[in-house]
């Protein structure tokens, strides 16, 4: 086994110290590979949570221990050759980043305390740092400097659009006399159009910037070096999407875990709840014109109504969850793993928009003016930071990791028949 070391120039978090490599050197087919290390890339990973990088001695006990690893080339040791290595490109196409669940059976049986899960998050905050586009806006999220510009600008914009709200409905001809069906609403200070519209059009950018941020990572991932010179699909693509899905709503990901099993619990209530939120939001979106509301569309729903309990039990089920994940963060983080901004802005953003949501409900239900609806334009801001900054933040995840999972799953990586089996 050949070594070599990196002196890694001083900076704000990488000191001016000998990194130690005790590592094979990369190699391509069996021949020497000459490697450039990307020093900015190794400060960035130690910033991002993997400052236990340099203690990597490649033993390999992360690999053993990984209950999601496959056969041939297993992770986590090969990422943290090349992290170690400064091996930027790689690690940002290599699919096997994605199939962490970040379960941290790697982390509390390494022996010498580094934290291969941590590293492999790091890794996953680049990635999409490297394909968000615009990349600006992962930037932003990324460093904590620029969260009053994040929450300043939802508010700017709904609180002009709030104001101009009649001349702009007068302008596009969305105007109507309320009926009187709408007792006590919040359809004078935000009329439904508007909350449409306004939700539509920033939400429709996202996609756009998400679904550009997706096509760069696959385009990426096709590279990888895992899939061999010559990869041959096993399965179809909608054929592995839906078994990726399938694994998705089972959490079998998560269960398979041994050192923070409770993971899948707060992750269940967090998804499932999502769903219930989403399906009452699509029935308020469409109201008026869904078969499925009878008689006059009434909204707020009345606290009875099947799509208030629907929506109450769905955010009880998000604030359980999410209470869970903080309460994990705070008393087992040698379990749960470093948490860093990029992570514990999503718990938060999270936890924001659902204590928003049920403190505009209370004083709603309490007649309590002009309160809810200072309350409910604050949950608008969260909601709109939450939903429209998704493929920028740790939300994110739920896209590029689909799309790794689906790749993995076309390839036969998951099943150990990649390249080299």
């Known amino acids: 086994m050949e070594t070599s070391e990196i002196t890694v120039p001083e900076g704000d978090v990488v000191k001016d110290e000998p990194i130690p490599l005790d590592i094979p050197t990369p190699s391509t087919n ?10 900015e890339f190794i400060r960035a990973l130690r910033r991002s949570g993997g400052d236990s990088l340099k203690k990597c001695m490649q033993c390999g006990n992360c690999s053993a221990a990984c209950p999601l690893s496959p056969h041939t080339n297993p992770f986590p040791r090969k ?34 305390q580094t934290r291969p899960g941590d590293v492999l998050g790091a890794v996953r905050q680049q990635c999409i740092l490297h394909y968000a586009f615009p990349r600006f806006l992962a930037k932003w999220v990324s ?6 510009v994040l929450l300043a600008i939802p508010a700017i914009l709904l609180g002009l659009a709030t104001r101009f709200r009649e001349p702009i409905g007068e302008f596009f001809g969305f105007s109507a006399p309320m009926g009187e069906s709408i007792i006590y609403s919040f359809v004078p200070m935000f009329p439904h159009w508007l909350l449409n519209s306004f939700f539509g059009l920033f939400s ?15 385009r990426g991932l096709k590279r990888s070096k895992v899939w061999g010179d010559d990869p041959t699909p096993v399965k179809g693509v909608f054929a592995s999407l839906g078994s990726v899905l399938l694994k998705v709503v089972n ?4 269960t398979t875990c041994d050192t923070d099993h409770s993971r899948s619990i707060s992750h269940f209530f967090v998804f499932f709840g999502f769903i219930a939120l989403t399906l009452v939001t699509l029935m308020v979106i469409t109201g008026p014109i ?8 009434v909204y707020p729903f009345s606290l009875w109504s099947p799509w208030k309990l629907l929506a109450n039990i769905g955010g009880l089920a998000v604030l359980a969850g999410v209470l869970l994940m903080i309460w994990e963060r705070l008393y087992f983080g040698h379990l749960a793993g470093t948490s860093s901004y990029f992570d514990w802005l999503l718990v938060w953003s999270i936890f924001l ?12 239900l309490l007649r309590m003016v002009p309160h809810r609806h200072v309350a409910y334009f604050i949950h608008l801001v969260f909601v709109f930071a939450l939903l429209v900054y998704l493929p920028y933040s740790k939300f994110g995840h739920m896209l590029y990791r689909t799309t790794a999972m689906v790749m993995a799953e076309r390839y036969g990586r998951e099943a150990g028949k990649g390249a080299g089996s």
């Open 143 to 148: 460093d904590p400097k620029y969260l009053p």
């Open 290 to 297: 869904n078969p499925l509301i009878r008689g006059d569309f």
């Open 79 to 112: 990422e943290m050759a090349w992290a170690l290595w400064g091996m930027k490109d790689r690690l940002l196409t290599d699919p096997d980043v994605w199939l962490c669940h970040h379960c941290n059976d790697c982390s509390t049986n390494c022996p010498r």
């Open 30 to 39: 069996g021949r020497p590979e000459r490697v450039d290390p990307d020093l």
């Open 251 to 254: 959490h079998d990901r998560f």
């Open 204 to 218: 429709a950018l996202a996609l756009v910037g998400a679904i550009t941020g997706v096509w760069r990572f696959s």
């Open 353 to 364: 928009v659902v204590a928003s949501g049920f403190a505009t409900e209370i004083l709603h």
